[in-house]
């Protein structure tokens, strides 16, 4: 299959992600899941030690600073779904505007991060990962916050996890999934308007809509 960024936007505009079996595997499968995981945008839930990680200030955060190496390091681990091609056309839908990444730094040095695709008012998370204590929560705070400020009306997550719900990810079914999707495509988002918050400000933001 040639994966194009054309490709990928439609595919994204229905409902359907991109996948390898791993990160060798030159072969790309479609998948559209009967039940999808996505973040109710005002129901983001900060834990008080998260509150108290993203209180002390310990992390630096950026927006679309390093997207190739947020990719990257997404896909070093044992198993993965990114494979070349996939890795290089998110690399052109970032250069286009419509693939965003978030860092989390600790000391200078890229700690944590979340990337993932803009689409009208939906945002389609793809990955995260991290490499100190609460480095990815803290790269979802301030995405759902940015989300939110820029007019976003969906978070996908793709599939849900223990990790994201604890966060307060639901599943809902494909159904409702695509209505949502319907909707938040017809908005207008901007993932680049906003600023970023200081600390107290995404406390104060996050408690006010949980």
Aim: with cysteine; aromatic share 10%.
């Amino acid at each position: 299959m040639n994966l194009t960024t054309d490709l990928l936007l439609h595919a994204y505009s229905v409902g359907v992600f991109p996948m390898a079996e791993h990160r060798e595997d030159d072969e790309i499968f479609w998948v559209d899941p009967k039940r999808r995981g996505i973040f109710p945008l005002e129901d983001f839930h900060v834990s008080r030690s998260l509150a108290k990680r993203i209180r002390r200030g310990e992390y630096e955060v950026s927006v679309n600073r390093a997207f190739p190496q947020v990719v990257s390091a997404c896909a070093d681990r044992a198993e993965t779904w990114i494979n070349s091609e996939i890795h290089a056309r998110y690399q052109d839908l970032h250069a286009m505007g419509h693939a965003h990444s978030l860092e989390v730094w600790h000391q200078g040095v890229l700690s944590g991060g979340v990337y993932g695709v803009s689409l009208g008012g939906a945002f389609f998370g793809e990955s995260m990962f991290s490499r100190r204590t609460d480095a990815s929560k803290v790269a979802l705070a301030y995405l759902i916050d940015r989300l939110i400020q820029g007019g976003y009306a969906l978070c996908d997550t793709q599939f849900l996890t223990a990790h994201l719900a604890s966060l307060g990810a639901v599943e809902i079914s494909r159904a409702a999934y695509k209505a949502k999707l319907d909707i938040a495509l017809r908005q207008d988002a901007d993932f680049a308007r906003p600023n970023l918050p200081t600390p107290q400000l995404l406390l104060q933001r996050m408690t006010q809509t949980s």
